[in-house]
Each structure stands twice: as structure tokens, then as C-alpha cells.
């Protein structure tokens, strides 16, 4: 059967992300039902299929979708600058995120969901890897199908003590396998085995959840080290650090990612290194919780070690804003601020870590992450007719250090257009806007946290 494509994207300068990491200037991308056709150049392309509807990317730029990594999806989005930047990870997390989860009704959880979903597709990211802190993911993944956003979707998962929505290991294991059995691989919402990690888990339930995500080949997430705390928690545990703690127990490897990974030792970048195991660095949240990533963070290294290293925005009130393009200018500045070396990895390595490396990362590059016929035709037209893309310069240097999320026109998940114009059209957006104001303000009084306001707000006449 010989394919027709759906769509042509036209005119835009294609940065593949392909092998050799080719632009193709005026080039055009074949969108045949949810996977790319052929990449080419537009009057070959459009000699080839000459009746197809057209978008239009003149005077674009054309990447591929990019991959949040680590990207919390209930909690903080009802609570969008609520949490003070005065305070430290424990007080943010006891004083504010667990009151928050606890108030949060079935209704929120979709509702927040579906608002951080609107953010990372407007600001160009397709791919979202939610981070466990989910009560209801039924709720959860209807919103990411309703926004049309790709992703994973986990639950909580721990079994200490005195905890919310904690539970002894094979409970905690059961509701994990129910998730990945109810959004089986290959769908836009696919189930991920998904622990909250730190201290929260048992040995049995680590290995047990490590051995589920081998079983199933669903893959696994779990936070570890933002800060000193888990470091301390393990050594006092077991005598060992975190990581090899971890391997002793045997869940790392290639199934892993692990979100965060910034407080290691020599001996656990090797044993990271060594098992494939991959992370989600996500360097705003470390830098607005003072949680020493400047000091300890080694991210740099593991990825220019062959480290298999993905950006992620954390939470709303630590990564504060779901735009991948930002995180991966402060990576590329860390490195090489960090190490007092301009040669440090830039740009162009930055953008790898954003699409294609990154795809790799959460275990999903035979899929997404580059531009390339047989891939699905997850899509970001970026308009360059503003100043920050005049002139234009090297593309790399310019997606990473000019711009951000805000030159973001138009995106495509699975062929389908979501965004147009830099406004999604899977939903209603004032809609949205009006109902997450209310919602916010009633679960922010059912959690019974106060909004502490650093300047005096006035009502004026």
C-alpha cells in the first residue's frame, strides 16, 4: 500500500536531531496519520504529494517535540507561586506539598493535571514523564489524552509509616502493576512503575518495583539526592550511599531513571555510569531550593561520560516554569560556570538533552526526539520572526541561549496539532483558567496553608 501524508510542514528550517544532527534549510516534514513520512526539502516534497494540506513554517524554525523528564502534575499547579522561595525542601514539602496532596480531591488532581499539561505543550514539550505524586491516575492520564500530551503516568508508591496513601510492599506493588497494566506501552499515556523514593521505601519494595519494571518493560522513576538528606538517610541506613545502596539491592539499570541524582560520590557516578541507569536533572528546582547543585552537581560529567542525562522541570514551585528550552540554557550555563571552562558542554549538547538524548534517557528514542521517517510526528514550529532570532545565527545557540517556550507557535503530538498560534486548541483556555482560580482557592483552604505575600497587595478604586 503506497502512504499518503496528511500534512506537509513547510518552508521551516528542520532541525532533524537525526544522526548527524542535519538542518535542512527550507525543508519539509511528511505527517502520514501519527508518524513522519519523509523529511526533505519542500519543493520535493510537495512535487511528490502535490494536493496535501499544508502548515505553514516560512520564516520557521522546526524541532522535534521535547522531553520533561521529571514533571510533578498534581499539587503545586493549583498552588502556582503560593510556596515561598524563602524556605527550605523540607519545610516546601511538609509545610506546603503534602497539605496540598492531602486536600486534593479526584477532581483537582485532573484539573491540575490538565493546566500543567497546557503549559509544557505551549512551551514546545510533547513528552511528559510524571513524577508519582498522583492519587488518582486514572484522572491523571485523562487529562494528558484530553490536552493531547505524550507520557508516562505513575501513583504513590511508599510503605513507612504514618504517611499518606502508604501501604505495606505488596500492596504498593499491586497498585503499580495496575498502572501499567491499564496504559500498556505504545499508547499516548503509558503506565510507569513509580516510587516517590528518598527514604520512603522499604528494600523489599525498591527491589520489588525494580523487578516489576524489568518484568513488564515499562521502565522505572524514582527521586534520589536533590540535597545532603538522602545521603545522611542511607549512610545511617546501611552505611552506604544512596546509589549503592541501590545496586546492592539491584534496581539500577537501563529500566532507571532516576530524578535528580546531584549529591554523588566518585564511586556512585561509576556505579551509575555502569549500569546505564539514567537521570532527570532538573537544575531550576536545585538553584530555588538553595539545594547545592553548583557545589555537588555532576551532571556535566555523566553526560559527557556517555551518561544517559534528560531535563526535567520538577514541580511548580521549584522548577516553577515548564519550559524545557530554559532548563537546558541553565544546564549548558552550570557546566560551564561550574567548571570555569567555556569548552564545557553548550548548546548543541544542551538541545540533545532536550530531544533526541533525552527521548533515550526515559527510554523512548526508538520513538520521538528526532525528526526521521518512521517516527512519530511529534512536531514544534518555533517562530523566528522575532528579535531574538535576528539575525539569525548558529540554530543550536539560538533555541538554547535566545529564546525559549515563548517563540513556541504551533506543536503536533502524534501527527495531531495541539497547540496553534501558541494557544492550545484541545482546550478551552479562559475556561481553564477560570475553574483553576476557584479550585485553587478552595483546596488551598481545605489544606489550611496561607498565601504569604512579600509585598503588601492594595485594592485600588
Request: net charge negative; charged share 20%; proline share 5%.
Amino acid at each position: 500500500m503506497v502512504l499518503i501524508p496528511d500534512l506537509l510542514v513547510t518552508g521551516g528550517d528542520v532541525v532533524t536531531m537525526n544522526p548527524r544532527r542535519e538542518v535542512l534549510l527550507g525543508g519539509a516534514v511528511a505527517v502520514a496519520g501519527e508518524r513522519i513520512l519523509a523529511v526533505g526539502g519542500t519543493a520535493e516534497l510537495r512535487a511528490r504529494w502535490p494536493d496535501v494540506p499544508e502548515l505553514d513554517a516560512t520564516d520557521c524554525v522546526v524541532t522535534p517535540g521535547m522531553v520533561n523528564a521529571h514533571q510533578h502534575l498534581t499539587g503545586d499547579p493549583l498552588a502556582r507561586a503560593c510556596i515561598p522561595d524563602d524556605i527550605d525542601s523540607e519545610e516546601s514539602i511538609h509545610g506546603w506539598a503534602v497539605p496540598l496532596h492531602q486536600a486534593h480531591l479526584p477532581e483537582d488532581e485532573e484539573l491540575s493535571a490538565l493546566l500543567a499539561c497546557a503549559e509544557n505543550l505551549r512551551n514546545g514539550v510533547t513528552t511528559i514523564i510524571e513524577a508519582g505524586t498522583v492519587a488518582n491516575p486514572e484522572r491523571v492520564a485523562a487529562a494528558m489524552t484530553r490536552a493531547g500530551a505524550r507520557g508516562t503516568v505513575g501513583t504513590w508508591g511508599w510503605d513507612v509509616d504514618d504517611a499518606p496513601h502508604a501501604a505495606p510492599a505488596d500492596e504498593v506493588l499491586d497498585r503499580l502493576w495496575a498502572v501499567v497494566e491499564s496504559y500498556p506501552a505504545g499508547g499516548l499515556v503509558e503506565g510507569r512503575v513509580t516510587l516517590v523514593g528518598h527514604g520512603l521505601a522499604s528494600d523489599g519494595l525498591l527491589a520489588g518495583a525494580a523487578d516489576l519494571a524489568r518484568r513488564t518493560g515499562a521502565g522505572m522513576t524514582m527521586h534520589m539526592s536533590p540535597g545532603r538528606a538522602d545521603v545522611d538517610h542511607y549512610l545511617a541506613r546501611s552505611g552506604r550511599r544512596p546509589l549503592l545502596h541501590l545496586a546492592d539491592l539491584g534496581v539500577l539499570g537501563p529500566h532507571l531513571l532516576l530524578a535528580h541524582a546531584v549529591w554523588l560520590d566518585d564511586a556512585e557516578v561509576d556505579a551509575l555510569l555502569g549500569s546505564e541507569t539514567a537521570v532527570a536533572y532538573c537544575p531550576w528546582a536545585y538553584l530555588r531550593l538553595g539545594q547545592g547543585v553548583t557545589r555537588a552537581g555532576r551532571h556535566a560529567e555523566i553526560f559527557t561520560r556517555g551518561g544517559r542525562v534528560a531535563l526535567g522541570c520538577d514541580a511548580g514551585n521549584a522548577g516553577d516554569a515548564a519550559d524545557i528550552l530554559r532548563a537546558a540554557a541553565l544546564a549548558a550555563g552550570l557546566a560551564k560556570d561550574t567548571a570555569m571552562d567555556p569548552g564545557a558542554i553548550g548548546a548543541p549538547e544542551a538541545m540533545e538533552m532536550a530531544t533526541i538524548r533525552g527521548a533515550e534517557a526515559v527510554g523512548m528514542g526508538d520513538r520521538i526526539g528526532s525528526i526521521e521517517a518512521g517516527k512519530l510526528a511529534d512536531l514544534v514550529v518555533h517562530d523566528a520572526t522575532g528579535p531574538q532570532w535576528t539575525p539569525r545565527g548558529d540554530v543550536a545557540q539560538q533555541l538554547v541561549w535566545s529564546t525559549d517556550g515563548r517563540s513556541v507557535r504551533d506543536v503536533l503530538v502524534g501527527g495531531q496539532v495541539v497547540v496553534r498560534q501558541g494557544r492550545c486548541v484541545t482546550l478551552d483556555e479562559d475556561a481553564l483558567r477560570i475553574e483553576a482560580r476557584k479550585a485553587s482557592a478552595r483546596l488551598l483552604e481545605r489544606a489550611g496553608v496561607a498565601v504569604r505575600r512579600h509585598w503588601p497587595h492594595v485594592r485600588s478604586h
